[in-house]
């Protein structure tokens, strides 16, 4: 049911404004006002604030991988990366707007499926300032286990990532008929229209996140690396994909069910992402806000 205020009801939209107009007559009337007139005129003819204006905090746009109908990568042990993903960013997005820098969006808050181009679509949409997608993939090996991150390139950097990017970039293949998935051969042209600086950026927050990590968190051998994922094509965006772990190894997806090591990983991300800001590769990105 819709809530209607009735005019002269204390809530209506106008009350306060009447509430000004009133107590500016009052005061040049020389009368003392009632409470309720004083509070409202508090409150909307405070002087504006002097002294320094707050800084500009860029937006970071949090990606949780998978969700609906893809669960993504099922664990050893049954966890769904979408969950491991979701809770994960939560978790990050909770420690960066904690820190105050930062303003933070997610492609997703719940557990609904959302096309890789609408999320890099959202991230354009909203003129997010970096994008980070989140994941926990399985890989043919069990016993690979450890974190890494990913850039895009139109070639893979090693067998693979180029496995991970086709096994990422097929996650449209829920999203039914108007989605066929990405060829290579497309990805390739994708990838080449990504401009130099976007992808200085996107090396350079990489690189934040393995130095970020390498203290607390495992990480893959060579865990930088780079391959063709749909998800980073945003042409003007530094762009990167964190793989939290792998579902496919025991370790790993037991540690990423517990809330703690997620909280160690965003504070982690959390360092690579001041890390990045700090730095001159994200002098070119947008401040605003
Ligand atoms: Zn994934």
């Known amino acids: 049911m819709q809530v209607r205020f009735l005019p002269g009801e204390p809530d209506h939209p106008d009350a306060g404004r009447r509430h000004m107009i009133r107590a500016v007559a009052c005061v040049a009337a020389g009368m003392i006002l009632p409470a309720s007139a004083r509070a409202a005129h508090r409150t909307l003819a405070a002087p504006p604030r002097i002294g320094r204006a707050l800084p500009p905090r860029p937006l970071v746009m949090l990606d949780p991988g998978h969700g609906g109908k893809d669960p993504g990568a099922i664990g050893v042990s049954g966890t769904y990366e979408k969950h491991v993903a979701e809770a994960a960013a939560a978790e990050l997005q909770r420690q960066l707007l904690a820190s105050g820098r930062y303003r933070v969006e997610l492609t997703r808050g719940t557990d609904i499926f959302i096309p890789l181009e609408d999320r890099v679509g959202i991230a354009e949409g909203r003129q997010a300032a ?5 994941h926990a993939d399985a890989l043919h090996d069990p016993s690979v286990r ?4 990913y850039t895009l390139a139109d070639g893979a950097s090693d067998a693979q990532t180029a496995a991970l990017a086709r096994t990422e970039n097929s996650a449209d293949r829920f999203a039914g008929p108007r989605f066929h998935g990405t060829s290579p051969e497309v990805q390739a042209i994708l990838a080449s229209l990504v401009r130099q600086e976007t992808r200085v950026g996107s090396a350079h ?3 934040s996140v ?3 990590f390498r203290p607390q968190i495992g990480l893959l051998n060579n865990p930088s690396r780079h391959a063709g994922f749909v998800v980073l094509k945003a042409a003007d965006i530094p762009s990167v994909l964190v793989e939290m772990g792998f579902m496919s190894n025991h370790q790993d997806e037991a540690a990423l069910r517990q809330a703690s ?3 160690m990983v965003a504070s982690a991300m ?3 992402i001041d890390g990045y800001f700090a730095s001159s590769a994200a002098g070119f990105t947008r401040l605003s806000g």
Request: charged share 10%; hydrophobic share 55%.
């Open 210 to 212: 393995v130095n970020a």
């Open 270 to 272: 959390t360092r690579a």
């Open 146 to 149: 450890g974190a890494s991150v």
């Open 205 to 207: 927050m990489a690189g």
């Open 130 to 134: 970096l994008f980070v997608s989140m």
């Open 261 to 263: 090591h997620r909280a």
